[in-house]
């Protein structure tokens, strides 16, 4: 696989006719935020005769509009100064603190003590779900520009999530009896071998962890590396390992990112699907609604019949969160809220399985169900689909109707609503 970043990718981009105000943007914005792509992205995603309006090139490749104004001008004078790299990595951690890294409190409030010490690289937001951050797996096969794990990427370990240690994830999940449900993310799980891997999983199908139902993977290769499941040197491997998991009486979940239709086109993509599907796994698909990618109706539909023909469940239509790029990926709320009802109307009933548009916030998964007027005053109504505080799951609550507001800060309370924590 061969994989652009840094300089590369600015050669890349050069190769393929960017000007050079392109160029000197893309290595100030990649000098803050990570950029990766790989030569199944470029060549088989990118349609490099509408770039740079082409969704995937929007996706994949840096535009100075990630930052903000002040931000990317004080990098921009450092590149065009000269700077040391010394000089230019100090200023781009200064900006990695600004661009909230670790939104939703998961530092703060997610990672568990266990055995007196904080458990590195594992979060426990729900009582069901333990989030696992193989120190392995903390890379991808391409980087996504609106990312919310991008601190995992930027060679910053003060920000970075990473578990090292399984046994100490299997002490802590043994102790933890309300856990159903193990999620290896990153990063993405499989950009390990499936040796690495097995590692990880194999001491979750213990005896001792039966409460541990379901194995989930957070992946983005069926997107960006079908090949890991088709034609790697160990794809063989990594299908077994999901066979054997699904024959110890374990659901297996892969959790897809698929951000537009077009990751879907290429034939083995539907193949890497088959062969999933044909271990018993199942392949639920998500991803936030951003400008620039797949801001309209229409992707969306396409998208979700194309998963439902292929045998990919719909799962979750998100908000884009508050770090990183934000700025230049945000929708406001109403109108991801009118994305997301058009595209329902276009589908069939088999497709309208995801929901959206959904805000992982600090208190949980707030889904915006509508926009409505409740005696002469216009509100958002809400609903916790899923809450830190079990309690508060399925619970409604207002907000004023703000057509600018992006993100859950950004709203207040309505009508005396009750407000989540």
């Given at each position: 696989?061969?994989?652009?970043s840094?300089?590369?990718?600015?050669r890349?981009?050069?190769?393929?006719g960017?000007?050079?105000?392109?160029?000197?943007?893309?290595?100030?914005?990649?000098?803050?935020?990570?950029?990766k792509v790989?030569?199944y992205?470029v060549?088989?995603l990118?349609?490099?005769?509408?770039v740079?309006d082409?969704?995937i090139?929007?996706?994949?490749?840096?535009?100075?509009d990630?930052?903000?104004?002040?931000?990317f001008?004080?990098?921009?004078a450092?590149h065009?100064?000269?700077a040391?790299p010394g000089?230019?990595?100090?200023a781009a951690?200064?900006?990695?603190?600004?661009?909230?890294?670790?939104?939703?409190?998961?530092?703060?409030?997610?990672?568990?003590?266990?055995e007196g010490?904080?458990?590195?690289?594992?979060?426990h937001?729900y009582a069901?779900?333990?989030l696992?951050?193989?120190s392995?797996?903390?890379?991808c096969?391409?980087?996504?520009?609106?990312?919310?794990?991008?601190?995992q990427?930027?060679?910053?370990a003060d920000i970075r999530?990473?578990?090292?240690?399984?046994s100490r994830?299997?002490?802590?999940?043994?102790?933890?009896?309300s856990?159903?449900?193990?999620?290896?993310?990153?990063?993405?799980?499989?950009i390990m071998?499936?040796?690495?891997?097995?590692?990880?999983?194999?001491?979750?199908?213990?005896?001792?962890?039966?409460?541990?139902?379901?194995?989930r993977?957070?992946?983005?290769?069926?997107?960006?590396?079908p090949?890991r499941?088709?034609?790697?040197?160990?794809?063989d491997?990594?299908l077994?390992?999901?066979d054997?998991?699904?024959?110890?009486?374990?659901?297996v979940?892969?959790?897809?990112?698929?951000s537009?239709v077009?990751?879907?086109?290429h034939p083995?993509?539907?193949?890497?699907?088959?062969?999933?599907?044909?271990?018993?796994?199942v392949?639920?698909?998500?991803?936030?609604?951003i400008?620039?990618?797949n801001?309209?109706a229409e992707?969306?539909?396409a998208m979700?019949?194309?998963?439902?023909e292929?045998?990919v469940?719909?799962?979750?239509?998100?908000?884009e969160?508050?770090?990183g790029?934000r700025?230049?990926?945000?929708?406001?709320?109403t109108?991801?809220?009118?994305?997301?009802?058009?595209?329902?109307?276009?589908?069939?009933?088999?497709?309208?399985s995801?929901?959206?548009?959904?805000m992982?916030?600090?208190?949980?998964?707030?889904?915006i169900?509508?926009?409505?007027?409740i005696?002469?005053t216009e509100v958002?109504?809400l609903?916790?689909l899923?809450?830190?505080d079990?309690r508060?799951?399925?619970?409604?609550?207002?907000?004023?109707h703000?057509?600018?507001?992006?993100w859950?800060?950004?709203?207040?309370?309505a009508?005396?609503s009750?407000?989540?924590?």
């Open positions: 696989m061969k994989v652009y840094h300089e590369r990718l600015e890349l981009a050069a190769e393929r960017m000007p050079a105000e392109y160029l000197h943007e893309l290595r100030v914005v990649s000098s803050v935020l990570p950029f790989n030569q992205v060549d088989e990118v349609d490099w005769s509408a740079p082409d969704p090139f929007r996706l994949t490749f840096p535009h100075r990630m930052l903000p104004p002040d931000m001008e004080t990098l921009s450092l065009l100064a000269a040391s000089v230019i990595r100090k951690r200064a900006a990695h603190a600004l661009l909230n890294p670790n939104p939703g409190a998961q530092v703060d409030a997610n990672v568990p003590v266990h010490s904080p458990l590195a690289g594992v979060q937001k069901e779900t333990v696992v951050f193989p392995q797996g903390q890379t096969h391409s980087y996504c520009g609106y990312c919310f794990r991008w601190s990427f930027v060679g910053n999530q990473a578990a090292g240690d399984v994830v299997v002490s802590y999940l043994a102790a933890s009896p856990v159903t449900d193990v999620l290896f993310t990153g990063g993405d799980p499989m071998s499936a040796t690495v891997l097995d590692r990880w999983v194999t001491p979750l199908l213990a005896p001792e962890l039966e409460h541990v139902r379901t194995i993977f957070g992946t983005k290769a069926l997107s960006y590396w090949a499941f088709t034609t790697d040197q160990d794809a491997d990594m077994r390992l999901f054997r998991i699904v024959a110890g009486g374990r659901h979940a892969v959790m897809a990112h698929f537009h077009r990751e879907l086109e083995e993509v539907g193949e890497a699907i088959r062969r999933i599907r044909a271990t018993g796994a392949i639920r698909a998500q991803a936030p609604v400008a620039h990618v801001d309209r992707d969306w539909s979700w019949q194309r998963l439902v292929l045998g469940v719909p799962y979750y239509m998100f908000v969160r508050d770090t790029a700025n230049y990926f945000g929708v406001p709320l109108r991801a809220l009118q994305i997301y009802t058009d595209s329902v109307r276009g589908v069939s009933g088999l497709a309208r995801a929901r959206g548009p959904v992982s916030a600090a208190p949980g998964k707030v889904l169900d509508a926009v409505t007027d005696g002469g958002f109504s609903r916790l899923q809450a830190r079990a508060q799951v399925g619970r409604q609550f207002f907000a004023h703000d057509p600018a507001a992006e859950f800060d950004d709203l207040r309370p009508l005396g009750w407000w989540p924590r």
